[in-house]
């Protein structure tokens, strides 16, 4: 089946620790994002890539960094410099092509970053 | 900076009646605009989108959307509401509208649908 996959849904993370969530597409898209949730807040842009080995700072881009070294993965790492990590961390990728298609762009299932 | 808000974050109807869920945006030209729905504990799946041309657009499970330019508006409607429709609704902005820009969230308006 296509589609996104992140990994782990649910992770627990100790104070001071780095952690980083996976997400992987073999829809062949260009585009890769990560948003962040929080309940009340709607979805935050933290990362992006259009391409690989290229990527730009979203919003929220402090005490985050990412990687594109393949079309299919963008993995995030939640360093410690993160002073509130616990959220749901959400996934998407988006395809390019002419006017009109490829506009949407679709999500994975979603990981649930815990600190304890 | 493109926007946009959702002013309602609750929206309950009665199962059986017609809802609505509410969407304003704020581009500097003409969007591409978005609804997806979120249901507990996972990820956002897309509904339907406004790119050009009709203002009434039909998306998945029996919703439908109407932009309208004069009051930058692109409303979320069915006619006739399910229990099973009971999720968390976002509204999205893309703009510039091509290329890969990142979509631009409302906040989200949480429907619940009464039996």
């Known amino acids: 089946d296509g589609g996104i996959t992140q990994s782990p849904k649910y992770l627990f993370r100790k104070e001071g620790q780095n952690v980083t969530l996976s997400c992987e597409q073999n829809l062949n898209h260009d585009a890769m994002y990560w948003y962040r949730q929080d309940p009340g807040q709607g979805l935050r842009l933290i990362y992006y890539s259009q391409i690989v080995n290229d990527f730009q700072k979203g919003d929220i881009a402090e005490g985050y960094s990412v990687s594109r070294e393949k079309k299919e993965s963008f993995p995030l790492t939640v360093t410690s410099a993160q002073k509130n990590p616990t959220a749901f961390y959400l996934c998407?990728?988006?395809?390019?092509?002419?006017?009109?298609?490829?506009?949407?762009?679709?999500f994975g299932q979603g990981t649930r970053l815990t600190v304890v | 900076a493109q926007s946009v808000a959702q002013p309602e974050d609750q929206v309950n109807v009665a199962e059986g009646n017609p809802l609505t869920v509410k969407c304003t945006y704020s581009?500097?030209?003409?969007?591409?605009l978005f609804w997806y729905v979120q249901y507990p504990n996972r990820g956002l799946q897309f509904l339907l989108k406004?790119?050009?041309?009709?203002?009434l657009v039909k998306g998945s499970y029996g919703f439908e959307a109407e932009f309208n330019k004069s009051q930058t508006s692109f409303h979320l409607k069915k006619p006739s509401a399910l229990v099973s429709d009971s999720a968390l609704y976002f509204c999205?902005?893309?703009?510039?509208?091509?290329?890969?820009?990142?979509?631009?969230f409302g906040k989200g308006t949480r429907l619940s649908v009464i039996a």
């Open positions: 406004y790119i050009t041309g009709d203002n």
């Open positions: 999205a902005v893309r703009d510039p509208p091509g290329g890969n820009t990142p979509l631009v």
């Open positions: 998407a990728s988006k395809g390019s092509s002419g006017v009109g298609m490829n506009t949407e762009a679709f």
């Open positions: 581009v500097s030209g003409n969007p591409y």
